[in-house]
């Protein structure tokens, strides 16, 4: 399976005076992951965001061809939910991602095994 490395995005990127990338305050910020991987001859999309309203929450969805063929949602820990750990939910998000494409490999490898 053909799997390109977890790219990590943020949205709504400032730059402050030193050069970094900072966001604003204003505007919130979306964390992602995107993978595409190769599944059976047909290219999947695996997406996970985590989403801050109106639930606090991580997302994971696997496409294929713009269609949602799979979707989980985990809620954040409590102690997340106060401390707003910028690294924890960072590693939550990473998990959940590589659990869900772990679960893509050993379902094409049943596939394949079972021929």
């Known amino acids: 399976m053909q799997h390109k490395g977890p790219k990590t995005e943020l949205a709504g990127k400032g730059t402050n005076k030193i050069g970094g990338n900072v966001?604003?305050?204003s505007i919130p910020v979306a964390i992602g992951l995107n993978d595409?991987?190769?599944f059976m001859g047909k290219q999947l999309h695996v997406q996970t965001e985590s989403m801050?309203?109106?639930a606090m929450c991580i997302v994971t969805q696997v496409f294929?061809?713009?269609r949602v063929l799979f979707s989980t949602k985990?809620?954040?820990p409590a102690?997340?939910?106060?401390s707003q750990s910028f690294s924890q939910i960072q590693d939550l998000m990473r998990a959940q991602h590589f659990k869900v494409i772990e679960k893509i490999q050993d379902k094409k490898a049943q596939i394949?095994?079972?021929s």
């Open 79 to 82: 102690g997340i939910r106060e």
């Open 52 to 54: 801050k309203s109106p």
């Open 36 to 38: 595409n991987l190769n």
């Open 64 to 66: 294929c061809n713009g």
């Open 23 to 25: 966001p604003p305050k």
């Open 112 to 114: 394949l095994g079972s």
């Open 74 to 76: 985990s809620d954040y």
